[in-house]
C-alpha cells in the first residue's frame, strides 16, 4: 500500500479564495482523521469520520471549514472563504480502529499540505 | 494548563549521548503516544503505551500511570535521530476517543 496520500503538498493561495485540500486514506482503515498544525499551537484535531461518517468536530475551528467522506477512499477538508490565519500544515491520518488504547490502533499520518493563505 | 506538557522544548545532544524526553500528562488521558515528526515533516507514530514499558531498537518508552508521566530514551543517540519527538494522549469525550498532542521537543545530535 502507498500510504496515506494527500494533495496537493503545497497550497497557495489568497485571502478570500476557496481551498480543498484532499486525501486518500490507507484501503481498509476505517478511521480517518484531519489534523492541522502551527507553530503557536502544535498538532490538533479537527474532524474525524468513522466508516465515512464524522464522528467529531469539535475541533473544526469555524464555519469556513467543512470536511467531507463521500466514500473510503477519499475525503476533502474544504477552507472557504480562506484567512491568513488558515496557513499551517493540514495532515491527514487513518488508522484500522478508533480505539487509541491498543497498539493496532495505531495512526498512519499522510506527509501534509503546507498551506499558505497570502 | 495544556493536558500533555513535554520537557523539554529544544534539546542538542552529541552522538552517542543517552537521551530522555519528558511527557506529564492530566486526568483523563488513558494512553500515552510517541510520534516522530522528520525533518521534512513526515510523522510516524513510534509507541503507544498504557502501562509497563516498550522497547524498539534504541528507543525505550515508559510510562507512570500513577505520576501520570511517560519518558523517551535513545540510547546512542545518532545525528539521523534528530527530530521533533511529540508525545499525545489518548482521551475519550462524550463518546469518541481522540488524540491530544503536546507540542513536540526538537532534537538535534550532533555528530
Known amino acids: 500500500d502507498a500510504g496515506v496520500i494527500q494533495s496537493p503538498r503545497h497550497e497557495v493561495t489568497e485571502m478570500g479564495q476557496e481551498v480543498t485540500l484532499r486525501c486518500k486514506p490507507i484501503s481498509g482503515h476505517d478511521y480517518l482523521f484531519w489534523y492541522r498544525q502551527t507553530m503557536m499551537r502544535g498538532l490538533e484535531l479537527l474532524i474525524y469520520f468513522n466508516n465515512n461518517v464524522p464522528i467529531d468536530d469539535s475541533g473544526m475551528p469555524e464555519d469556513r471549514f467543512s470536511a467531507k467522506m463521500p466514500n473510503a477512499s477519499f475525503s476533502t477538508l474544504k477552507i472557504q472563504p480562506s484567512e491568513p490565519r488558515d496557513s499551517a500544515v493540514y495532515f491527514c491520518?487513518?488508522?484500522?480502529?478508533?480505539?487509541?488504547?491498543?497498539?493496532?490502533?495505531?495512526?498512519?499520518f499522510g506527509p501534509g499540505t503546507r498551506l499558505t493563505v497570502l | 494548563k495544556n493536558e500533555v506538557e513535554q520537557s523539554p522544548q529544544n534539546l542538542t545532544a552529541q552522538e552517542g549521548e543517552f537521551i530522555t524526553i519528558n511527557c506529564s500528562y492530566s486526568v483523563g488521558i488513558s494512553a500515552l503516544h510517541w510520534l516522530q515528526q522528520h525533518p521534512g515533516g513526515g510523522i510516524v507514530s513510534l509507541f503507544m503505551?498504557?502501562?509497563g514499558k516498550k522497547k524498539h531498537g534504541r528507543l525505550i518508552a515508559t510510562i507512570n500511570i500513577q505520576e501520570k508521566h511517560s519518558s523517551l530514551h535513545i540510547t546512542a543517540s545518532h545525528p539521523r535521530d534528530s527530530a521533533v519527538y511529540i508525545c499525545a494522549g489518548s482521551r475519550t469525550q462524550g463518546g469518541s476517543e481522540k488524540l491530544v498532542f503536546g507540542k513536540g521537543t526538537k532534537l538535534t545530535v550532533n555528530p
Open positions: 503505551l498504557s502501562s
Open positions: 491520518a487513518s488508522s484500522l480502529t478508533g480505539t487509541l488504547r491498543r497498539a493496532a490502533d495505531e495512526q498512519f
